[in-house]
């Protein structure tokens, strides 16, 4: 298992358009949660169900998200939070033989998400492309600054130092 950028696009894609904010934000992060299911450290797959407390923590912190001009920061700071929240997390998301995980280090990139989507949903607007040319255009942006980069860090069963890419 690896985070796809096509399984966020078609989640995406998805997404049931919606008049009010607290039905778009719980779309948006069940698009999320479908994405990050698929996350893996070191070939183990992300347990169903473990990283429920991320997806929370994104919810509450995407409230405002559909004020004018704030979807983009909205949407950063409920990824952010994810990340946050899932920090503790590691050993509970992943099982890797011969390694106790004990923490999650996010991706360096979560401060550039904003600025990233600000591009996507301009290009996309001014290109007027396909629902599916748009949400993969914004998946691709999410996976590359709030995707991947993040880090499983804890140790080996002799004591030495394990950092390992979270995919």
């Known amino acids: 298992m690896a985070l796809v950028t096509n399984t966020l696009a078609s989640a995406l894609e998805n997404m049931t358009p919606t008049a009010t904010e607290q039905p778009a934000i719980v779309a948006f992060s069940n698009a999320w949660s479908t994405y990050f299911a698929g996350a893996s ?45 899932i920090t503790p997390l590691a050993s509970s998301i992943w099982v890797v033989p011969a390694v106790v995980l004990a923490t999650v280090t996010p991706p360096t990139t979560l401060g550039t998400i ?14 007027n492309v396909s629902l599916h040319d ?34």
């Open 134 to 167: 748009a949400a993969m255009a914004i998946a691709m942006s999410l996976q590359g600054t709030g995707g991947l980069g993040g880090f499983a860090v804890g140790e080996s069963a002799s004591g030495a130092p394990v950092t390992l890419p979270i995919l």
């Open 114 to 127: 904003s600025a990233g989507l600000l591009t996507a949903f301009t290009t996309n607007t001014a290109s």
């Open 41 to 85: 450290a070191s070939g183990a797959p992300a347990i169903p169900g473990s990283f429920d407390l991320g997806i929370t923590a994104m919810q509450a912190a995407m409230v405002g998200f559909s004020a004018p001009n704030a979807g983009a920061i909205g949407i950063q700071n409920g990824i952010s939070a994810f990340w946050t929240a």
